[in-house]
């Protein structure tokens, strides 16, 4: 099971929005379920659930972060970026493909310039 | 949703076995799914496999699998990853993390446990 494809780095300044692709197959993504999350982390952090379902917020996650999918791709939008939002973004996915049934992104770092 | 506290970082020599922890408060823990996520130095996430706390099932990722043994105590409400014989690549961030049954998200995450294996 290859890693979905998300780009390598996303820059914006602060107030900005930005928006990171998950590109995945019928076989994740583009499945007939809503099951894409998404994680941040920052360095030496461990991953933070931001979104659930495709487009959930879990309580106490700022209503900057929104999620969205379109077909075989997922998006994670950022608007009105703050410093605070620098650091490494992840895609996960279940997957009919193989075990265990989950996959993620290749991550994304996010900068604020 | 529950809490995950993982155990210590370690420092081994190749051909060690190792065993790390991942300890579960905060509710039942047989209602959820644990997974284990390695992070390799500078790397992304990947999924080694996940074991639902409630019963038998375990899956692990093919390239994971006959490396390490994913297991759980529901006893004390505990999750283990472990490795009999180490090698200097398996030097990275261990991370579990839970999904209640049902759920398609993994909510919850324990801190890390940094495994470094040098001779």
């Known amino acids: 099971q290859s890693a979905l494809t998300q780009p390598a780095s996303v820059s914006g300044s602060p107030g900005q929005s930005i928006t990171i692709s998950c590109t995945g197959t019928?076989?994740?993504?583009?499945?007939?379920?809503?099951?894409v999350s998404w994680y941040q982390q920052h360095p030496g952090k461990a991953p933070k659930l931001i979104i659930s379902?495709?487009?959930h917020r879990p309580s106490g996650v700022s209503n900057r972060f929104s999620g969205s999918k379109s077909a075989n791709t997922a998006t994670l939008t950022i608007s009105g970026l703050q410093a605070e939002d620098e650091g490494d973004y992840y895609c996960?996915?279940?997957?009919?493909?193989?075990?265990?049934?989950?996959?993620f992104g290749t991550g994304t770092r996010v900068t604020v310039l | 949703e529950v809490q995950l506290v993982q155990s210590g970082a370690e420092v081994k020599k190749p051909g060690e076995s190792l065993k790390i922890s991942c300890e579960c408060s905060?509710?039942?823990?047989?209602?959820?799914?644990i997974g284990w996520v390695r992070q390799m130095p500078g790397k992304g996430l990947e999924w080694m496999g996940i074991?639902?706390?409630?019963?038998?099932?375990?899956r692990y990722s093919p390239y994971f699998q006959g490396q390490v043994i994913i297991s759980v105590d529901r006893s004390i409400s505990t999750a283990y990853l472990q490795w009999s014989s180490l090698e200097a690549s398996d030097t990275a961030i261990y991370y579990c993390?839970?999904?209640?049954?049902?759920?398609?998200?993994?909510?919850?995450w324990g801190q890390g446990a940094l495994v470094t294996v040098s001779s």
């Open positions: 993390a839970s999904a209640r049954n049902g759920n398609s998200y993994w909510h919850s």
């Open positions: 905060g509710d039942s823990f047989t209602n959820y799914w």
């Open positions: 074991i639902y706390a409630g019963g038998s099932d375990t």
């Open positions: 019928y076989s994740d993504v583009g499945g007939h379920h809503n099951s």
């Open positions: 379902d495709v487009s």
């Open positions: 996960n996915s279940y997957t009919t493909s193989n075990s265990p049934n989950y996959v």
